[in-house]
């Protein structure tokens, strides 16, 4: 049965195709170079002299830096009060006019966002309600430092955007 099946799985002893003849392969790894010679003799070549290349530019310059000075250590209640410096505002200047309507759009808009989170206090607020609250709390708290600094523009596009963020909560309750 075990020479019946080498058999059947052989195939057929005669209808094999030739193998290829090494001659052929071995052409293939030796390439062969016809010789030429030439008929008339070279030129030497020509006499060049060698000069050594020129040096880049440098680019970039090296600086060196000053040491850095020492002073004496400042007392603790200066040194606090060199941190705390008051941060300068840049304002634009506005008339007596812009300044009024600008105080008084400012209350409104609080007034309306600090309305619309009294109506979502005690409620049971999902995440994104959570968020639109936190936020429209640190717009109103962010608009009444600007009103304490004296920045009414500041403080009455900080407003407007609490009340805008409240009215979308209240919308969402």
């Known amino acids: 049965m075990l020479c019946a099946g080498v058999v059947w799985t052989s195939g057929c002893f005669t209808g094999r195709a030739p193998a290829k003849p090494v001659i052929n392969s071995i052409g293939f790894a030796h390439p062969v170079i016809p010789h030429v010679t030439p008929e008339a003799p070279l030129e030497p070549p020509p006499a060049m002299e060698f000069a050594?290349?020129?040096?880049?530019?440098?680019?970039?310059t090296s600086h060196s830096v000053p040491a850095r000075p020492r002073s004496a250590s400042l007392p603790a209640a200066e040194q606090a009060a060199a941190e705390k410096s008051p941060e300068p505002t840049i304002a634009p200047?506005?008339?007596?006019?812009?300044?009024?309507?600008?105080k008084a759009e400012t209350q409104h808009s609080l007034g309306v966002a600090e309305k619309n989170l009294t109506l979502a206090r005690g409620r049971p607020l999902n995440a994104t309600q959570q968020d639109l609250s936190a936020k429209v709390r640190g717009f109103t708290e962010n608009a009444r430092e600007a009103m304490r600094s004296g920045d009414w523009m500041r403080a009455k596009s900080l407003a407007k955007k609490a009340e805008v963020l409240s009215e979308q909560l209240a919308a969402s309750l």
């Open 93 to 102: 200047e506005v008339t007596t006019e812009e300044m009024t309507t600008a």
């Open 52 to 60: 050594p290349p020129i040096a880049p530019p440098r680019l970039a």
